[in-house]
């Protein structure tokens, strides 16, 4: 198996730490708001990534975060130590807490990634449910002499982690020319542009609220003690500990969409390795961005959709996963209406194809002719072959369509589309039940279409074929299936 890695910006034989086990993390949602269908397909890479690693024979320690507190507004400027803390801006806006906007919109997440069929991961680590384990590192990297305090918050020293340690920081993305073009003006209190935050202060220094000098409106909900005073921590440094936590110090893969390569990944290394003095992690995984109508993705453009939108314009939320399969995770992907329209009638047809597979078949099974046989272990081998070669699922999809356009029986096609379909995740038998609910739409036409028989006008009959089928529905003399 082989796989990009960011980090050394090469395809590479994939080696696991460990022999058939391996242990992944992905970078999960900010749960301030609605998890748009750009940021579902990184956790679609995901979902193929682990469903390919146990394809081959790997069972996956796999874990998500939910970052529910200390990921800040001036991450969209440049500097994502700067601005409201996401949480807290949302629950003035909604007039909730902090708390209630979090489980709130992690509920909403859980229901968009149940609808498109991810696997489920050992833990969703929520950053509020691990504070201790986040206090705990920040104190191993200030005892390593990597740390200083500011008036608002202790900071990791970039320069003193090159120096004691012997590492380049930011070898994943080229931060010094990302630091410069920050559009928010830099905080002078910092030794490096580089520096990043571990842990803020609620209040300048880490006193506590004091109601007789400090505006009531701006009292933080999330807050802890600790060592340093009251705050919260850094959004980079809950990855870090909570990945450590559950997979161990050092693990095989880190996953996330390509714009946690600019920081947040980077600092996630630095600060990991600069505790341990261990690597961190051996393969970084990065999905690209998904664009709508060729334009950037984004809440302000009105162009930000969520899977509640599928779901509202009719559309099956696993359409959008199969829309997800018709590009490599590392190439952009355009989303259009008809684009998505496009993948629900190719899923419908999939779908038709699985069910229709499951008649009787003439010939028998037993005495399959050798060439047969070795076509279908040629389609098990070359799809096995693409998804393992960097995830090429586009590829993948073609074998899939050749193998059902083949001669082979209807029985083995069927055996093929249920082994396929564990790494795709399609719910293919889902089609069985839709057979059975040819919509209204769909039956008005095949009316048409046989009183035009009726009177031998086999011309526009086809045409109308044509029109079912182009729904994803086939259509034969001697029978309809749905």
């Known amino acids: 198996m082989k796989l990009y890695n960011s980090l050394s910006r090469k395809v590479e034989d994939f080696v696991p730490l460990h022999p058939k086990a391996v242990g992944m993390y992905t970078c999960g949602p900010t749960v301030y708001s609605f998890v748009t269908i750009g940021n579902m397909r990184t956790y679609a890479t995901s979902d193929l990534l682990v469903r390919t690693l146990q394809f081959n024979g790997y069972t ?33 806006k909604e007039g909730k807490t902090a ?7 992690t509920d909403a997440f859980l229901k968009d990634f149940n609808a498109l069929n991810y696997i489920k991961p050992k833990i969703f680590a929520k950053a509020t449910d691990n504070i201790p384990e986040q206090i705990e590192l920040i104190t191993r990297l200030e005892k390593n002499g990597l740390t200083y305090a500011t008036s608002d918050g202790i900071y990791f020293d970039t320069e003193k982690y090159e120096t004691n340690t012997h590492r380049k920081y930011g070898e994943l993305s080229s931060l010094d020319s990302i630091m410069e073009g920050a559009r928010v003006e830099p905080n002078p209190e910092k030794r490096n542009a580089r520096d990043f935050a571990l842990w803020k202060f609620s209040y300048a220094g880490g006193r506590a609220f004091d109601p007789a000098r400090d505006d009531e409106s701006l009292k933080r909900q999330m807050e802890w003690e600790s060592p340093w005073g009251v705050g919260f921590p850094g959004w980079h440094i809950e990855c870090s500990a909570m990945s450590m936590k559950y997979l161990g110090e050092t693990f095989d893969i880190h996953a996330g969409g390509e714009d946690l390569r600019a920081t947040h990944h980077p600092n996630e290394i630095a600060q990991s390795e600069g505790a341990t003095n261990k690597l961190f992690v051996k393969y970084w995984v990065h999905s690209a961005f998904l664009k709508v109508d060729g334009k950037r993705m984004g809440k302000s453009l009105g162009n930000a959709y969520t899977v509640s939108d599928v779901v509202a314009k009719g559309f099956d939320p696993l359409a959008l996963r199969y829309f997800y399969l018709t590009a490599h995770y590392k190439s952009p992907l355009n989303f259009t209406w008809n684009g998505l329209e496009a993948a629900a009638t190719a899923l419908t047809k999939l779908r038709n194809a699985f069910a229709s597979c499951n008649e009787e078949e003439a010939e028998d099974r037993t005495i399959l002719s050798a060439e047969k046989l070795q076509k279908i272990t040629e389609y ?16 993948a999809l073609a074998i899939v369509w050749e193998a059902l356009k083949s001669n082979i029986p209807r029985a083995d096609k069927r055996d093929l589309l249920q082994l396929f379909d564990e790494v795709l995740g399609l719910q293919l038998d889902k089609g069985e039940q839709k057979a059975k609910e040819i919509p209204a739409e769909i039956k008005e036409l095949l009316k048409k279409r046989e009183e035009l028989r009726a009177q031998k006008n086999f011309e526009e009959a086809d045409k109308m074929r044509d029109q079912i089928e182009e729904k994803g529905y086939t259509v034969s003399d001697e029978s309809f299936k749905g």
């Open 60 to 92: 996956v320690d796999y874990v998500i975060n939910l970052t529910d507190v200390g990921h800040l507004t001036g991450d969209n400027e440049g500097d994502a130590d700067r601005g409201e803390d996401r949480l807290e801006k949302s629950a003035k």
């Open 99 to 105: 708390w209630e906007v979090a489980g709130f919109y």
């Open 380 to 395: 098990r081998d070359r799809f096995k072959n693409a998804i393992s070669d960097d995830l090429n699922f586009p590829q």
